[in-house]
Structure formats: C-alpha cells, structure tokens
C-alpha cells in the first residue's frame, strides 16, 4: 500500500537513503530539510531522491512545518543537529533545533491527527550517556563513574558507584536509565520523550528509535564532530593516521545505514505492541575503536596505524553497543551487514568523494575551550 510520506532531515545521511528507500516501494516522499552547513557545506541537497519533492525550511518554523506536513500520513523525524562534541560549545541552538524543533513539528502533527496515522522518531545512542555495565560484586550498574582525576591520569575504565571497581560493559537495553552526558545526548533524550508523551496523549501511533552509531554512504565526511567510520576514513584518504581519543579501547556498536533504513521502515508499519516505545537499532555486536580503524585503514588499503592522543573529549561515553532483542521481538529486525562489507560500501564512496580534512583545527578549538583535554 503506498503511503504519503515525509522525511524530516531527508537531504542528509540516514534520511536519503531512507527516501530511496521509500521511493523504492512505491510511497509519495516529501522531504523537509534546512541544508544545514555542517551536513551540507555547499548547502545542496546533493542526495535528495528526484522522485522525491524537497521543501526547504526549518524545523523550527510553523509555516514551514505546515507546508511539508500537507496530505501526508507517515513522519518519519530524523532531521536536527547531529554529534556530541560540537553540542557541548552550541548548546542553544542543538537544544533550539532539536527539542524545539520538535515540539513545532508536534503541534503540526497534531493538528492533523485525524490524518497522520505514524510517526517515527530517530533518537540516539547518546540518550543514555554511558552503556550499562556489571560489577563482579553488584551486577548490573545503572550509572557508572568516570571521575576527572582517573581520566587526567589514564584510567579510562568507569568504575562501580558502590565498591569503585572496574566494571564489565555489557548489552545496554531499552530499560537501561537515560543519563545523558552531552548537550547532544540531553537533546535526543527530550525529543524521543516529547514525541512519545504527546503522541500517546493524541493517540497517533509512534516509536522512538535509538540508533546506535551508523555508518555508510553519504555519511558526513568533512565534518570534524560526527560519525567515527566517516572521520577515520577521511583522514586515511588525506594521507593522515587516525586519530583516537583515550586508548582506543572503547566500545561501540557500527550498524549500517541499510540496516537503519530497514529498521526505520519495518517501525512505520509496527504493530500495536511496540507503539509508544523505544527501541535500539545496532547489531548488538560490538568493536573497539582500534579495531575500527585498523578495518576501515585495510578497506582503503592504507597502511596507516591509528594515534591514540590520550586525550578525554567531554560528552564522549566510554562503551555502549546494543541489547538487540526487543527490535527483533516486536518490529522483527535484525541487522544484516557485516562490518567489513559496511566499511567497503563506506570506503569506496568516500573515495569518490573531495573531503577535506578539518578535524585537527575542530579539535584544536575544543582543546582551546577545555572540551578535549
Ligand atoms: N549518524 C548516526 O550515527 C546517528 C546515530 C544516532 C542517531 N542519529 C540521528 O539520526 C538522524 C539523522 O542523522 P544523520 O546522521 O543522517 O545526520 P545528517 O546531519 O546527515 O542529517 C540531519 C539532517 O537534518 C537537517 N537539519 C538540521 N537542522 C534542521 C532544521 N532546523 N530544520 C530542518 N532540517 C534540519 C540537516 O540539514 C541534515 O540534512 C538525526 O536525528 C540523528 O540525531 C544519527
Ligand atoms: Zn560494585
């Protein structure tokens, strides 16, 4: 059954290839997107399905808002601003674009809720700050500790909150508290509440994703503050070795943004029983940031070994990957492509691509505000 769609942040990364996505099958796409700078520096909507029917305009604008939500039946809300280190500096316009921005794009909603059968809602990773964690003696750890004089001497490892031992990173699941530690995180934690509180108020059907770190085609590559798999490989095709923050050793889950897209499409049509609630979108497998590097180094053929800098930059957790089965139980997901073909599909766009690397003057500007250090 075609549906009419719009895709909010439809010009960037995840949402074009939702868009091809939807196209594909047959749906009406409208995309509603402000080309922001960071994501689009020659402020063109470069990936922008021609099928699809782009409106430029901000989230945060009623008019706008207004006119991409005209005859439309399914949101999918994936536009704002993206990254956690930059978030620390702009806190007022991350909160401004994306807690605000949402709520604009919930009274358009609402006001149409008699047409408006689904709204889904890209949340994050960051909404949890750090993953979940077992202590040998107390289990499960809601809320570790990684205190500023273990991070100026090395220890990077959080600690129990009850016994300060090292403790184990484990699956984080949806149940895991929301105690987010960038502007980023707090943001993506407020829009993923707002949409599910006021959509259960107005009974209009919607499901809160949490992706995990997403990688692939058309990831951002020139900007400095996103997407680790984009930033390692921009660096190694400028002739540069990675580098890493702490000791690299840390921890994430890298789920392909095919798998996102399938996983973005399959909440769309979900089922009673997994309205209303959030769900992770990882692999549920997870690798170090050394690993990473060293496989995407290997995909571009580059002999390049990764610097660790030792640094610690505010509003970065220290591991988190995914408890995957309630995406699998309820809207039957379950991510397909391995690393290593991911980070192929990566590496043979971004070699097509003239980025240029900005990540040593991005970070010089956080070391000289404080934020790595
Ligand atoms: N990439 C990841 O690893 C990841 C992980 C977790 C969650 N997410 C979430 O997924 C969504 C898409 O992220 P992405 O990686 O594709 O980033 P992206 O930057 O490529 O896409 C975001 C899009 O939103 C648009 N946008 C920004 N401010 C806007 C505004 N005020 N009005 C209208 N449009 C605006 C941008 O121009 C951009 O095209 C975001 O909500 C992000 O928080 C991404
Ligand atoms: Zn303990």
């Known amino acids: 059954m075609s549906e009419r769609v719009l895709v909010t942040g439809g010009a960037g990364f995840i949402g074009s290839?939702?868009?091809d996505a939807l196209l594909t099958r047959g749906d009406e796409v409208r995309v509603l997107d402000d080309l922001v700078p960071e994501a689009h520096p020659e402020r063109k909507a470069r990936f922008?399905?021609?099928?699809?029917?782009?409106?430029?305009?901000?989230?945060r604008d009623p008019a706008a808002v207004n006119r991409a939500l005209e005859g439309v039946e399914v949101v999918h809300h994936l536009g704002g601003i993206v990254g956690n280190g930059k978030s620390m500096l702009e806190v007022r316009r991350t909160v401004d674009v994306n807690v605000v921005g949402t709520a604009t794009l919930l009274e358009g909603i609402v006001a149409r809720r008699d047409r408006i059968r689904r709204l889904v809602v890209a949340s994050s990773m960051a909404a949890y700050g750090?993953?979940?964690?077992?202590?040998?003696e107390h289990g499960a750890v809601a809320r570790v500790r990684?205190?500023?004089?273990?991070?100026?001497?090395?220890?990077?490892?959080?600690?129990?909150?009850?016994?300060?031992?090292?403790v184990e990173p484990i699956a984080t699941s949806e149940d895991h508290p929301l105690c987010p530690i960038s502007v980023y995180g707090v943001s993506k934690r407020d829009q993923e509440e707002l949409c599910l509180s006021v959509a259960r108020a107005h009974a209009i059907p919607t499901i809160a994703l949490r992706y995990l770190n997403t990688y692939g085609s058309r990831q951002?590559?020139?900007?400095?503050?996103?997407?680790?798999?984009?930033?390692?490989?921009?660096r190694l095709l400028s002739g540069r070795r990675p580098t890493i923050f702490e000791d690299g050793k840390q921890r994430r889950d890298l789920v392909h943004v095919s798998d996102v897209v399938r996983a973005t499409i399959a909440a769309g049509a979900a089922p009673e029983r997994a309205w209303y609630q959030a769900f992770n979108v990882g692999t549920g497998r997870s690798v170090t940031v050394v690993e990473l590097a060293k496989l995407i180094s290997r995909a571009l053929g580059r002999d390049l070994e990764p610097e660790m800098t030792g640094e610690h930059?505010?509003?970065d957790i220290r591991h988190c990957f995914a408890d995957?089965?309630?995406?699998?139980?309820?809207?039957?997901?379950?991510?397909?492509?391995?690393?290593?073909?991911?980070?192929?599909?990566?590496?043979?766009?971004?070699?097509?691509?003239?980025?240029?690397?900005?990540?040593?003057?991005?970070?010089?500007?956080?070391?000289?505000?404080?934020?790595?250090?």
């Open 146 to 166: 990684r205190t500023d004089e273990r991070l100026a001497s090395g220890l990077w490892e959080p600690l129990c909150p009850r016994c300060e031992r090292e």
């Open 313 to 315: 930059r505010a509003g």
């Open 324 to 373: 995957v089965t309630r995406a699998r139980e309820l809207l039957g997901f379950a991510a397909r492509v391995s690393l290593s073909d991911g980070a192929s599909e990566l590496v043979d766009w971004a070699a097509g691509e003239r980025a240029l690397d900005s990540s040593e003057r991005a970070n010089a500007e956080l070391r000289a505000r404080g934020i790595i250090r």
């Open 48 to 59: 922008v399905p021609p099928g699809a029917d782009l409106v430029v305009g901000d989230l």
């Open 130 to 136: 750090d993953g979940a964690y077992r202590c040998a």
């Open 220 to 234: 951002t590559l020139g900007n400095p503050y996103t997407g680790v798999a984009a930033l390692m490989a921009t």
């Open 17 to 19: 290839h939702l868009a």
